[in-house]
């Protein structure tokens, strides 16, 4: 059974940083993209960030390119989410997945074409 534990959220002022990470249990790691989305109150889910289970190529949103990176640790089973000069309405539940198809990234930007959803970290950024 595949398993997804997000950690590192938290309380953090504006323009701060936090480090969030993935780590992943039962599944063969290295053959599946990986995403970040994110779901504030009363909106819907959003794509932050993903990595290419080729591992060079990496997708971001508009609004967080240039302040996070995402990574991906195959040995580890862990995919990190490092987020630099947070503003207020990055606040949101992250949640990471893996994209269904391995060896695939056909619908990277869209949480449809994930599954294996992790629980979520709580990230909140005081203005």
């Known amino acids: 059974q595949v398993q997804l534990v997000e950690s590192g959220g938290g309380l953090v002022q504006a323009g701060g940083s936090l480090r969030l990470s993935c780590v992943a249990s039962g599944r063969s790691f290295n053959r599946y993209t990986m995403g970040w989305f994110r779901q504030a109150p009363g909106k819907e889910r959003e794509f932050v960030a993903g990595q290419s289970w080729i591992g060079s190529i990496t997708y971001y949103a508009d609004s967080v390119k240039g302040r996070f990176t995402v990574s991906r640790d195959n040995a580890k089973n862990t995919v990190n989410l490092q987020m630099g000069s947070l503003k207020p309405e990055d606040t949101a539940v992250y949640y990471c997945?893996?994209?269904?198809?391995?060896?695939?990234?056909?619908?990277?930007?869209?949480?449809?074409?994930?599954?294996?959803w992790g629980q979520g970290t709580q990230v909140t950024v005081s203005s």
């Open positions: 997945a893996f994209i269904t198809e391995p060896y695939s990234d056909v619908g990277a930007r869209d949480y449809a074409k994930y599954d294996s």
